[in-house]
C-alpha cells in the first residue's frame, strides 16, 4: 500500500534541505509546494516575526468528503546542530548520515510520513472528514513555533504529533511540565593574589547552591538539572559573575512548582551567605499534558496498530514536545512513536520499515475517522 521508494525518496529530499531552528525558509518552500499540488490549502502563520526565524508555521487544510471530526497531524521541520550539508546513506535498510552530522528524521521522517499518508488516501479515495496539518518551526530548544502558532488557524478536535522515538505502536500519552530556571550570580572583583578577602567569589556562591540543591532524579515525576555554568576570565581575579542555566521538569505542575521555588530559594541562600547577589530568570516553558488511557484518541490509535499487526501501547516521556503546546491550547494530543533511533547524535538513524510503517499509520488513522 504504502510507496516504499517514494516516501524514501521523500525523506532523503527533506533531509537534504537545511533546516537548523529558526533556518527553516528553504524546506517551507518545498513543503508549500508539495502540500499545493496535493491540494490542500496552505497558510503561513506569523509565529516566524515573532520569534525571529525565516518563516512561520505552515498550517495546511484538506478538505473531507463527510462530516466528521477534525484531525491534526503535526510535526516540527527544524533540526538540532551539526545539521548542516547531511549525507544520507542506507545500509541494511536502515538510514544514517556519513557520521558528520545528525541525520534530520527528528523530525523530516514525520513530515514524510504525513506526506505519504495523505498521498495514500487520495490515491484510494478514501471517504473522511477535514484532515489539517502543522508543520511547525524552531520546536527544538523551546517549541517555539507550536508556543507562538496561529491557533484561531486550527479547527482540529484532537492532534497526532509524529515526533517520537518509538517505532511505531509507541504513544506518548504523558508528558512533563519545564521551567527554565537561569541565575546571574553576582560577587565582586579582587586581586586573587594580592588582596582575595577583598572579594566576593561568584564561582563559590554557586559551588555552594550546586553542592546544595535537590538535582538530577527527584522523584518518579520529577527531574532537575544544572546544565551550563559560565564566568570567569583569568586565575587572578576573584570572579564577580557566573551564569547558570538549569532547569525542571515533572508531570505533577505542583511538584514541578515546588522544585522551582527550592532552586530559587538555594541560589538566593547561597549568594547571601557570601555577601553576593543573585538575579533569577524563572519562566514555565510549556504545561504538563496527561490524555486518560481510556480516551477515544488513545482507543483509535491502539485500534490501528492493530489493523497494522503492531502492538501499540502507552507510556510517558521525560521530553517536550509540540504535544505539550497542543494539549496547553486545548486541542487533545497524543505524540506518535516513528522510529528515530539516537535523535541529536551523529548516530542518528531510522529503518525504512517505520518510516513506511508510519506514512501508513498516518493513512490508517484519517481512514478509522472517516468510517
Given at each position: ?54 518563516t512561520g508555521n505552515i498550517i495546511a487544510k484538506l478538505k473531507g468528503s463527510k462530516p466528521g471530526p477534525t ?40 513530515v514524510a510520513a504525513i506526506l505519504e499518508g495523505i498521498k495514500l488516501i487520495k490515491e484510494n479515495n478514501v ?50 511540565a519545564q521551567d527554565k530556571v537561569n541565575a546571574k550570580i553576582i560577587g565582586k572583583p579582587a586581586h586573587a ?179
Amino acid at each position: 500500500m504504502v510507496n516504499k521508494d517514494r516516501v524514501v525518496n521523500e525523506f532523503l529530499e527533506l533531509i537534504q534541505i537545511d533546516s537548523h531552528s529558526g533556518k527553516e525558509g528553504e524546506v517551507a518552500k518545498v513543503l508549500i509546494k508539495k502540500l499545493e499540488e496535493l491540494g490542500l490549502e496552505v497558510t503561513i502563520d506569523n509565529a516566524g516575526e515573532k520569534v525571529g526565524g525565516e518563516t512561520g508555521n505552515i498550517i495546511a487544510k484538506l478538505k473531507g468528503s463527510k462530516p466528521g471530526p477534525t484531525i491534526l497531524f503535526s510535526s516540527h521541520m527544524d533540526t538540532v546542530k551539526p545539521g548542516l550539508g547531511i549525507k544520507p546513506v542506507i545500509k541494511d535498510e536502515v538510514i544514517y548520515s556519513d557520521g558528520t552530522t545528525i541525520l534530520g528524521s527528528d523530525d523530516k521522517a514525520g513530515v514524510a510520513a504525513i506526506l505519504e499518508g495523505i498521498k495514500l488516501i487520495k490515491e484510494n479515495n478514501v471517504e473522511h472528514a477535514d484532515v489539517e496539518i502543522a508543520f511547525s518551526i524552531w520546536e527544538e530548544g523551546g517549541l517555539f513555533g507550536s508556543k507562538y502558532m496561529d491557533y484561531s488557524l486550527i479547527n482540529a478536535d484532537m492532534a497526532f504529533v509524529l515526533d517520537s522515538g518509538g517505532s511505531p505502536g509507541e504513544i506518548i500519552i504523558q508528558g512533563p511540565a519545564q521551567d527554565k530556571v537561569n541565575a546571574k550570580i553576582i560577587g565582586k572583583p579582587a586581586h586573587a593574589g594580592v588582596a582575595p578577602e577583598e572579594g566576593i567569589s561568584a564561582i563559590q556562591i554557586a559551588a555552594r547552591a550546586i553542592d546544595r540543591m535537590n538535582l538530577l532524579r527527584i522523584d518518579e515525576e520529577t527531574t532537575a538539572n544544572v546544565g551550563v555554568i559560565t564566568g570567569g576570565e583569568a586565575t587572578n581575579i576573584v570572579t564577580p559573575e557566573v551564569m547558570i542555566k538549569a532547569e525542571a521538569r515533572s508531570t505533577n505542575e505542583e511538584k514541578l512548582s515546588k522544585q522551582t521555588a527550592h532552586m530559587v530559594e538555594i541560589f538566593e541562600k547561597a549568594a547571601a551567605d557570601f555577601g553576593g547577589k543573585v538575579e533569577m530568570d524563572v519562566e514555565r516553558m510549556y504545561p504538563a499534558f496527561n490524555v486518560d488511557e481510556n480516551d477515544t484518541i488513545v482507543v483509535k490509535a491502539k485500534e490501528v496498530f492493530n489493523r497494522m499487526g503492531i502492538e501499540g501501547y502507552t507510556k510517558s516521556t521525560g521530553g517536550g514536545s509540540d504535544t505539550n503546546v497542543f494539549n496547553g491550547n486545548g486541542i487533545k494530543a497524543i505524540n506518535l512513536g516513528i522510529g528515530m533511533k539516537k535523535p541529536h547524535t551523529l548516530e542518528e538513524h531510522i529503518s525504512i520499515k517505520d518510516l513506511t510503517d508510519s506514512a501508513r499509520m498516518v493513512f490508517e488513522l484519517v481512514k478509522i475517522y472517516g468510517e
